[in-house]
């Protein structure tokens, strides 16, 4: 893809599932390429595997070092993927950490790198990033309360960059799929199996409908294009919508979950 090839991509989350394939993908297309996971080993298995560079820690800390590891290869940061993100099950009783972990690292870890980014590429008047939410952004998803709610502040954040900075050259993607086959479903336990599982796709899938968005210029990436005719149906008819969830809600309290 032509706006890819040379450009400085940064993929947080990438040491395994939809981080790794965004970042193989974005190298398979010529990018220069910064992975980064919380987890240093991980991080350097993919940077090795795919030629790019590694640079560990928080994700919400790391865009000084990305620059300037690209600045050694030539290369700005052009576009970066907020993709690390915890699933936190539990409902509204959970502890007031798994709360603020969420919300930390689902929701602040962009709005961090947002702050670090945003100044030199309105100044370029370019500049891409990309918002792994989920399809629990636009829905909800039973069982996991802070993860549902931050999702959907990590949305509408992404949605706010969109709409506040898109006549200055700033391009934003929300990448909102259901199930995908990565640690983190298998992490959502029974929730997961009833609700993801059946429908769940491949890593490397939800890489080519983020490659597919960027060619269209479209903000919204719906590797399941069902969650288009789910959020509608949420918008239009939201009691409906609810009883039809709380249907779900019986149904997985059933397995005794």
Request: proline share 4%.
């Amino acid at each position: 893809m032509s706006t890819v090839q040379g450009a400085g991509v940064v993929v947080t989350g990438a040491g395994g599932g939809i981080g790794a394939a965004l970042a193989r993908r974005f190298a398979a297309e010529g990018a220069h390429v910064v992975v980064n996971d919380i987890d240093p080993g991980r991080t350097k298995a993919v940077a090795d595997e795919i030629g790019a560079l590694a640079v560990p820690g928080d994700a919400s800390a790391v865009v000084e070092e990305a620059r300037a590891a690209l600045a050694a290869r030539g290369a700005a940061i052009d576009v970066w993927c907020a993709n690390a993100g915890l699933a936190s099950p539990g409902d509204a009783f959970a502890d007031e950490e798994v709360w603020a972990a969420a919300w930390d690292v689902n929701v602040m870890a962009h709005v961090r790198a947002a702050r670090a980014l945003l100044p030199d590429w309105l100044e370029r008047g370019a500049g891409r990033f990309v918002s792994t939410v989920s399809a629990a952004g636009l829905l909800t998803m039973i069982g996991a309360a802070p993860y549902s709610v931050s999702k959907h502040g990590a949305y509408a954040f992404a949605e706010w960059l969109s709409l506040t900075y898109r006549h200055r050259g700033l391009k934003v993607h929300a990448i909102c799929p259901q199930g995908v086959r990565t640690d983190m479903l298998t992490a959502a336990g029974s929730a997961g199996e009833l609700v993801l599982a059946p429908t769940a796709v491949e890593p490397e899938d939800v890489a080519d409908a983020l490659f597919t968005a960027m060619a269209d210029d479209r903000f919204l990436v719906l590797p399941h294009p069902e969650v288009a005719d789910y959020y509608r149906a949420r918008a239009g008819d939201p009691e409906r919508w609810l009883g039809n969830m709380n249907h779900i809600q019986r149904k997985w309290e059933g397995t005794g979950a």
